[in-house]
């Protein structure tokens, strides 16, 4: 857990000579990228009395793939005293076997560390924790073949189908293993006028820095922050009260209140609220850890979300996009899904709708995606164009030069008039843009039922877990007719098909389907991996498909169903609106 809320407080301001010049961090630098000014000073805010801008620091290495990974390896324990042991194959399944081994991200701020996932089939899982300073020392014994050992004193080994593989799996887990800790940062910057300067105003701007995603719940104080900068401005760069020294200020207030304060959240738990909020049986969850004093009167009370998901952050929203785009914005969940470059364009918009058009994005397919939110660039400029080479980017941009360069990107939207363009190669052989392709039939009766929902009202929250859903179909279609799938691809197909009975499985299928399904949930990670493909837009409940075998004709189909709910969480399975799932 953070010691304190906020790590850094940046301040930024315009000089008529040298631009955006970032002039104070409190109270140690975090960053020495120079162009970090430029996106607290975003492009056309000369024109607006404020505006804000989200982005992030200490951004982990970016994979090719904003999906999990997953590694197919053989597992083997080690036997006996070191140097005299032998490797033994860790499962009793033959030499042939294979085991999938993923690496799961450190997020401190939220009480986990960087571990490994060894999916050993069966219900079967090996989880490697390392020491909090030696990580899981990891060794390379060959060019294939790689040793850890825990902080237990356990020792594991993967054979990876290639030396190529063992060294995409130690770069990740070095990824992962890196000290250097994500800062998500909120900008607020604002333009006022002043006839005592050359060109007749002045731009200042500050950013809070933290570990936390509920970034959004600064906003009162930046603002005050903000205003009395300019207040005590005696000419441009010139203060009655040196800013470093009102950075000072603000920082000690912001960490007046410590994180202990904030109820720790189990991952479980934020699943299972993801799932109810989805079905309208629970609301976001707002929790008062304090008061922070500004000055020597205003009190600003402090509100945290309690079960922000891990690529969430508050104040995004999915229904917002979805009525400006309409059905254009499938073509952004079959790009996140093909991991394609998606970008937003607001000529004419504040950067902050910008930002919280390409934070929004990730809702859409995370769950089941994992990772695609460290692959956003909220706001981004001609300047910084670094964003270009990371495969599947989410960026956003009020600069229309963008738009002219459809090598850059592969889907772009454009927020004033609602256009979606996509990158198409043109008779010349170079990109061109070119008007977004008419539905599929899947992708149309989505659209239909998503529009149906909203013109119900149903919440933000339904609509995101529609899309998730959707997605989810989508990856289960082309894993089909694969045997060699995963555990927890098996388990995401399996749903499927009881969800949608098609075709109807005989009794004997039912058996598997419920077995695996059943035998996988067998620790907390592998719940947690359950939750992300469970159904939550479903009227009848999350766990209405596997519900349904209650009643099936055979005994022991009804046993097995029975044994897969009561190993899921009791909240879920008693959450029904018409009392379907309740014992």
């Not at 301001?13 to 630098?29: A, H, M, N, T, W």
């Not at 083997?76 to 140097?83: A, I, L, N, R, S």
Request: hydrophobic share 40%; glycine share 6%.
């Amino acid at each position: 857990m953070a010691s304190a809320f906020i790590e850094a407080v940046l301040f930024a301001e315009f000089d008529i000579d040298k631009g955006s010049v970032l002039r104070c961090q409190y109270p140690r630098p975090v960053t020495d990228d120079s162009l970090i000014a430029e996106l607290m000073i975003p492009e056309g805010v000369h024109d607006r009395f404020q505006d804000w801008t989200i982005f992030m620091l200490n951004r982990p290495p970016l994979s090719a793939s904003p999906v999990a990974r997953k590694w197919p390896v053989q597992a083997y324990k080690y036997e006996g005293q070191v140097p005299d042991g032998q490797w033994k194959l860790a499962s009793s399944d033959g030499a042939d076997v294979t085991h999938w081994a993923q690496v799961n991200g450190k997020t401190s701020s939220e009480g986990s560390e960087a571990h490994v996932m060894v999916d050993m089939g069966r219900g079967k899982t090996i989880r490697l924790r390392g020491h909090d300073e030696e990580g899981l020392q990891y060794a390379t014994l060959q060019p294939d073949f790689a040793s850890m050992w825990t902080a237990d004193g356990e020792a594991v080994g993967l054979h990876f189908r290639s030396g190529a593989q063992q060294e995409e799996f130690k770069q990740a887990l070095d990824a992962a293993c890196s000290s250097a800790e994500v800062l998500w940062c909120l900008n607020h910057v604002s333009s006022r006028r002043d006839t005592t300067v050359r060109r007749g105003a002045q731009v200042k701007a500050l950013a809070v820095c933290s570990r936390f995603k509920f970034i959004h719940v600064w906003k009162p104080m930046l603002m005050l922050a903000v205003d009395r900068l300019f207040k005590t401005s005696t000419g441009l760069g010139e203060y009655s009260v040196p800013p470093v020294e009102q950075c000072r200020y603000l920082f000690e207030t912001l960490t007046s209140l410590p994180p202990s304060l904030l109820p720790v959240a189990s991952e479980v738990q934020r699943q299972v609220h993801r799932l109810m909020l989805a079905h309208g049986s629970a609301r976001p969850e707002l929790k008062e850890v304090g008061r922070m004093q500004w000055l020597d009167s205003q009190e600003i009370p402090l509100r945290v979300p309690l079960m922000l998901q891990p690529q969430e952050l508050a104040e995004t929203s999915l229904t917002d996009l979805f009525k400006r785009f309409k059905a254009g914005l499938f073509c952004a969940l079959h790009a996140l899904i093909n991991r394609q470059r998606v970008f937003f364009l607001g000529h004419n918009q504040p950067a902050e709708s910008v930002c919280h058009a390409v934070l929004s994005l990730p809702l859409m397919v995370c769950p089941p995606m994992q990772d695609v939110l460290h692959h956003c660039f909220p706001y981004t400029t001609l300047n910084n164009l670094d964003f270009l080479t990371v495969p599947g980017y989410i960026a956003g941009a009020t600069n229309p030069i963008f738009e002219s360069h459809p090598e850059w990107w592969d889907v772009l939207f454009d927020l004033d008039t609602g256009k979606v363009l996509i990158s198409t190669i043109g008779a010349n052989g170079k990109p061109v843009a070119s008007d977004a392709p008419k539905l599929s039939d899947a992708d149309s009766e989505t659209y239909e039922q998503v529009t149906a929902g909203i013109e119900a009202h149903y919440s933000e929250y339904w609509l995101r877990a529609s899309l998730q859903e959707y997605a989810l179909q989508i990856i289960c279609a082309r894993r089909r007719g694969v045997n060699d799938l995963s555990w927890p691809d098996r388990v995401a197909n399996h749903i499927e098909r009881l969800r949608y009975s098609n075709p109807k499985a005989t009794d004997s299928e039912m058996l598997k389907m419920l077995g695996d399904i059943n035998g996988f949930i067998a620790d907390e990670a592998q719940l947690l991996q359950f939750l992300d493909i469970l159904p939550g837009s479903s009227p009848l409940g999350c766990l209405s498909a596997i519900a349904t075998g209650r009643f099936h004709p055979s005994k022991d189909v009804r046993k097995l169903t029975a044994a897969v709910l009561a190993r899921c969480p009791a909240e879920l399975v008693n959450v029904n609106l018409s009392g379907f799932l309740r014992p």
